[in-house]
């Protein structure tokens, strides 16, 4: 499975792509950041960011978009532009009919450095170990992209049982296993 | 000057079309709502509001667009998909080099009422007397997207001006108008 992972952001949007499956070796595919210039209107801005994207998407051809999940509680005016960001992403992944996954922060750090609590070192040290890199990848939006990445492959199984039941909850035919021996 | 003005939501994305020029009668070339499935992925539902939108900007071929102005004091929930919305609303239009105007929404209860602190029924009412309408504009966010476009008209020769003399101070030839008789 190959996912692009995106760290939103309108001055900086991390994107990082990486190939792997649950329990087998990872590997990077690229990494990199899409820049907007902070003096620019907001909607130039976002016209940068899809451009930039779509470029990652037609190059690396990912079968799966990972965003991180914008909670409102932070910076006020941070999470404006995050957020906006976060939307041209998800726009750009689901009009080419990829599936778009949403991790919050701490289900990457969890996924990545066994604690959702984790600062960027410890996120970018992991990284650079799972990926077998040579140095931590930089900007942090850089790393954090990968990260996203890598929670989603490690994540998928998880996500996807409980998007089946959820559907099957929708559909009213919850699939019941029932214990051995009983019928 | 035509006027396509958005009131985002990620639900309902009032739009509203209006032809004029400030102190001159005004016009309205057609209003609507695009609406997307609450049950849908945020994702898909972007993608349904970029159509949504492209449909409009393609059929009334608007000067300029005028989007709400998000905050997010509001509700935590609302605000991430009111932004996710207007993001998509602003890259429309900045992609087909449309100039994109934020207004926040005392700006325009001020511009159409006279009162920054007006409700949706005397915006409603106001919209309706100012564009000779049969009956308000259903539902709110319908009329709130007129009245959007309507803010803009008027407050566009104001807001032009300012941002004139902003762009000469970043150049540094900030034009100054000294009194008459004095060089």
Tied chains: 1, 2.
């Excluded at 906006?84 to 992944?93: D, F, G, K, N």
């Excluded at 931590?136 to 994540?155: F, N, Q």
Aim: glycine letters at 8%; charged letters at 25%; one cysteine or more.
């Amino acid at each position: 499975m190959r996912v692009l992972g995106v760290d939103p952001g309108l001055t900086r949007c991390g994107v990082g792509v990486v190939d792997g499956t649950p329990g087998r070796r990872l590997s990077m595919a690229g990494v990199g950041v899409v820049r907007t210039p902070a003096e620019a209107d907001v909607a130039e801005r976002l016209v940068l960011i899809e451009r930039g994207i779509e470029a990652w998407l037609e190059e690396y051809r990912p079968e799966c978009v990972a965003v991180e999940r914008v909670f409102s509680q932070h910076n006020v005016r941070t999470v404006m532009g995050t957020a906006q960001a976060s939307a041209v992403a998800m726009l750009c992944a689901a009009r080419r009919g990829l599936p778009v996954a949403l991790h919050t922060p701490s289900e990457v750090k969890a996924a990545v450095t066994g604690s959702g609590r984790a600062d960027k070192a410890q996120v970018g040290s992991m990284v650079t170990r799972l990926l077998r890199l040579d140095a931590p990848p930089k900007p942090a939006d850089a790393a954090d992209a990968l990260a996203l990445a890598i929670c989603h492959i490690w994540r998928a199984p998880v996500t996807n049982r409980l998007q089946e039941i959820a559907a099957a909850h929708r559909r009213g035919t919850v699939p019941v296993r029932l214990p051995k021996g009983i019928r």
